[in-house]
């Protein structure tokens, strides 16, 4: 089973950065599709950035420019790098992989078969 674990959340002020790391074990992120997905208090969870093995990545309207998503082989994890956060970044964030090799061009929440415990981030204003 396939076991992705969340950190470095925490808590920033507006245009601050935070970088997420999920470290995942009993499997290669190399044969998954990666992705970050988030859920604010009262909303449905939001999945806003993917990543495969070709280097393929995909992003959000809301996120993009400011958050990049990356995968490192060799240590098995994926990590977030969020930048210019804004109070609506809020939310609790979640490292999922999906079975497929292959990302699809947006991601859906039903593709993706195993989640970490996810890890808050809260902005300020």
């Known amino acids: 089973q396939v076991q992705p674990v969340e950190s470095g959340g925490g808590s920033v002020q507006a245009g601050g950065s935070l970088r997420l790391s999920c470290a995942v074990s009993r499997a290669s992120v190399n044969n998954f599709c990666m992705g970050w997905f988030r859920q604010a208090p009262g909303k449905e969870r939001e999945g806003f950035a993917t990543t495969d093995r070709y280097g393929s990545t995909t992003y959000a309207d809301s996120v993009k420019g400011r958050f990049t998503i990356a995968r490192d082989n060799a240590k098995n994890s994926l990590y977030l790098q969020m930048n210019s956060l804004k109070p609506e970044d809020t939310a609790m964030y979640y490292c999922?992989?999906?079975?497929?090799?292959?990302?699809?061009?947006?991601?859906?929440?039903?593709?993706?078969?195993?989640w970490g415990q996810g890890t808050q981030v809260t902005v300020s204003s």
């Open positions: 999922a992989a999906a079975d497929f090799i292959r990302c699809r061009d947006s991601p859906r929440e039903a593709d993706f078969r195993f």
